[in-house]
């Protein structure tokens, strides 16, 4: 079981990283446009954390509920289509609640006053809500398949939700300039 | 919910055992209790989408204050920072890396308290499936640091970015360190957070995840802004 959960872990783990290198790519692509908005850096890592939090709970909640036999593996069971939407609800509140902090953080420490930074991370957070009926699809497939849902969808939420999160900047970016 | 003033005493005493009635019903229907502990929490008769979003949204709110100020250290040093490419491409995957990790250690301590194989009386490290936990995710933790370092220095050479033995160092380093630092904290705050969240008889899942990603982002973030500006 150790060494399952090594491996399960590891080759997780190693797709991850991929991920996010590709993402860092991504990004690097993004800096001459990064670094003409104020702020913008304060707002990054809590966005991308934010999909990791938000995807990473609600997995881990399902897969306690499959485990123990409270939840169907089913898209259709009511506790999880009560997390989709928890989920969702949350997404666009805490984005709300990033963009307000970058925004005030950037005009105390820095005296730049950029509202649109705001506009950007509730955007972006909308764009972003279409990563959850795919978690919580990948979540009840791999239980089905009999591995450890804990041990893969951590990183792979996390993969998933840089990819999603960059997209989504570029999509806001872009319908803000 | 309205509630007389005279009871407001009442209902402001914590939780700190069960209700009689799931000693009853554990025997009755031989359910056992983190079973009926999760049905308490997302049963059919709760409103399971209002019980996540009142459990989380304190901490996910500290969680985006956290990850802001790690923020602020980049947005402080931005212009070093993007001068070195091989940084640039590191960040999201040290940061997910080590969110990750947060992820992993607490959804499976979470999962440990739940079934039961790590006994909260007997102390946590007593559990051979915590040692093998911890080992697991520190081994992994120094292979997947190593490749971080070595990779996002290959793709930014192959962007065009000059070889340089001593940065390539000062990368390697900041991979490593930020991890096997944050890994130690992260595990300790699991296992403290994860026990006392099950003893107020809450799911650790709603606070454990976002409360180690947050250390791990503000952390990773932090650590990085301060290495960076030591050793750039």
């Not at chain 1, 990004?27 to 003409?36: D, E, H, V």
């Not at chain 1, 999603?164 to 319908?175: D, G, L, N, P, Q």
């Not at chain 2, 019980?51 to 990850?67: C, G």
């Not at chain 2, 999201?92 to 440990?112: E, H, Q, R, V, W």
Request: net charge positive; charged share 15%.
């Amino acid at each position: 079981m150790a060494d399952k959960d090594f491996s399960e872990i590891l080759a997780a783990e190693f797709i991850s990283v991929t991920g996010g290198l590709l993402a860092g790519i991504g990004l690097a692509f993004m800096a001459g446009k990064i670094s003409l908005i104020p702020g913008l850096f304060i707002l990054i890592p809590g966005f991308l954390e934010m999909r990791g939090n938000l995807s990473g709970s609600m997995s881990s909640r399902i897969s306690s509920g499959l485990f123990l036999g409270v939840l169907k593996p089913s898209m259709r069971d009511r506790i999880i289509k009560s997390n989709m939407l928890a989920t969702a609800i949350l997404v666009v509140v805490i984005s709300l609640v990033l963009g307000i902090i970058a925004y005030a953080s950037s005009l105390y420490f820095f005296g730049i006053e950029n509202f649109s930074i705001v506009i950007i991370s509730v955007i972006a957070g909308m764009v972003s809500l279409s990563m959850t009926p795919l978690t919580v699809y990948t979540t009840i497939w791999i239980f089905r398949k009999g591995h450890d849902p804990n041990n893969i969808m951590g990183p792979y939420v996390t993969t998933l939700g840089d990819f999603v999160s960059v997209f989504a900047f570029m999509i806001a970016i872009a319908v803000v300039s | 919910m309205n509630i007389d003033k005279k009871f407001i005493g009442i209902h402001k005493i914590k939780r700190s055992r069960h209700h009689n009635i799931i000693h009853h019903i554990h025997k009755k229907h031989k359910l056992s209790y983190m079973t009926i502990f999760y049905m308490k929490e997302y049963g059919t008769k709760s409103h399971a989408a209002s019980t996540i979003i009142k459990e989380s949204i304190k901490i996910l709110v500290l969680a985006s204050i956290l990850s802001s100020i790690g923020g602020l250290g980049i947005e402080n040093m931005k212009d070093k920072f993007l001068a070195i490419m091989p940084l640039i491409i590191m960040l999201p995957a040290l940061n997910d890396m080590i969110g990750d990790y947060g992820t992993i250690i607490s959804s499976k301590f979470a999962l440990m308290i739940y079934t039961g194989k790590v006994k909260l009386g007997r102390g946590i490290f007593a559990s051979s499936h915590m040692r093998i936990l911890i080992r697991n995710v520190f081994l992994i933790a120094i292979i997947s640091s190593i490749y971080v370092g070595a990779v996002s220095y290959g793709l930014s050479y192959m962007q065009g970015f000059a070889f340089d033995l001593a940065i390539f160092a000062k990368v390697m380093g900041i991979s490593v360190f930020c991890t096997m630092a944050l890994v130690s904290i992260i595990f300790l705050v699991s296992v403290a957070s994860g026990i006392y969240v099950y003893k107020r008889k809450e799911d650790p899942n709603n606070f454990l995840v976002p409360i180690t990603t947050s250390i791990a982002d503000f952390g990773s973030m932090l650590l990085f802004s301060f290495l960076v500006i030591r050793l750039f």
